[in-house]
């Protein structure tokens, strides 16, 4: 028989694949600068010539982008998959703020019953940190931090989920889910009794996550967005009637 020799892996190669593993785990993430390659190669105990190779291919691939003087960065188009204008649409149409909060439940159920089950205790303490944050944020009042900061809680419960494709749409869903958010909050605080509920349910969400318990860790995401649907439902009808009501004032005067 034939003996079939396996020619080795180009050192380039080996590095672009490590490289992408970085970028696809987050370790790297859209827009963020690579270290200069002299603290790559050391790195990966690799010559200056190699990495320099490996970052052209990966530029090749449109993983990355090399500005002159300023460094390669990883590319920022992975970051969006729902163009601006889109966002901007869905947010305005009336009825996309409860499809959004539908699609959210199936997103981030998944993601917490995920969490839940594979989780480590570096996740949990990530989850629960920015727990934390999202609580202090909440107590600014300040909305815009507070969107922000539930947006970072969500991410972080994609990423205990150590499901790749999960945290990689839930990031290419920043901007969409950040305005979704913003705007839940802004008519959940015509209802100050809410938020005491609100923190109850992430409480219930971050205990279950931890305690490895996923279906409970679903389940729990899946009743605190269908609360917040519910309540946004009920202001609505309120709304509605308030203005129902106005009008017929006008036409008796």
Request: neutral net charge.
């Amino acid at each position: 028989m034939t003996s079939i020799k396996i020619k080795p892996a180009k050192l380039s190669d080996v590095i672009v694949e490590q490289l992408e593993q970085m970028i696809i785990e987050g370790t790297y993430r859209a827009g963020q600068k690579f270290p200069p390659e002299r603290e790559l190669a050391k790195q990966f105990d690799v010559s200056r010539p190699s990495l320099r190779e490996a970052i052209q291919k990966l530029e090749a691939k449109g993983l990355v982008t090399r500005k002159q003087g300023g460094g390669t960065f990883v590319s920022a188009q992975m970051k969006n998959t729902v163009s601006d204008p889109l966002a901007d649409l869905l947010n305005r149409h009336p009825e996309s703020q409860f499809d959004l909060l539908e699609f959210r439940q199936a997103l981030e159920g998944i993601s917490a019953f995920y969490a839940a089950l594979r989780g480590t205790e570096a996740d949990h303490v990530q989850i629960q940190q920015r727990f934390e944050e999202l609580e202090a944020a909440q107590a600014t009042e300040n909305l815009d931090e507070e969107a922000k900061s539930a947006f970072r809680f969500y991410l972080a419960i994609a990423e205990a989920s150590h499901n790749l494709v999960l945290l990689h749409f839930v990031r290419s869903l920043e901007q969409l889910l950040e305005k979704n958010i913003r705007q839940n909050l802004e008519i959940l605080k015509q209802r100050p009794d809410v938020a005491v509920q609100i923190k109850a349910h992430r409480r219930f969400l971050v205990d279950a996550m931890t305690k490895g318990e996923p279906d409970k860790a679903q389940s729990a995401s899946n009743a605190h967005l269908a609360y917040i649907e519910e309540i946004i439902l009920e202001i609505s009808k309120e709304k509605t009637r308030v203005e129902r009501s106005l009008r017929r004032n006008r036409q008796k005067s």
